[in-house]
């Protein structure tokens, strides 16, 4: 599956939950697969089919990387550090008001 941010945890903790192996694919690599086919049409179907061929492709090289619990983990961890840094940001913004505002 492609790799979405935080738009894709649900279903690969589900599957990894269950002894699943995942694979996620950078979208960026789905799009340019399509774009060098001479696809325009986007959508779920045909995004498969793109993931199923960009998979496919390159047996040396694999444009995936397997995903497992403990690294699952440790992605969802950065993500909430990264959100609770911007959190931190956003407060100092208040705290710390400039001399433009007075």
Excluded: W
């Excluded at 903790?13 to 269950?18: F, K, P, Q, S, V």
């Excluded at 699943?20 to 789905?30: D, E, G, H, S």
Aim: aromatic content about 8%; proline content about 6%.
């Amino acid at each position: 599956m492609e790799d979405t941010g935080h738009y894709h945890f649900a279903l690969p903790r589900y599957l990894l939950d269950r002894r699943y192996t995942v694979a996620l694919i950078n979208p960026t690599t789905t799009d340019l697969t399509r774009k060098l086919q001479g696809g325009i049409t986007k959508n779920d179907p045909l995004d498969s089919l793109t993931i199923c061929d960009v998979i496919g492709s390159n047996p040396r090289k694999k444009p995936y990387r397997i995903t497992k619990v403990n690294r699952f983990d440790l992605y969802e961890q950065k993500q909430l550090t990264r959100h609770h840094h911007n959190l931190k940001e956003e407060l100092n913004v208040y705290k710390n008001p400039t001399s433009e505002m007075y």
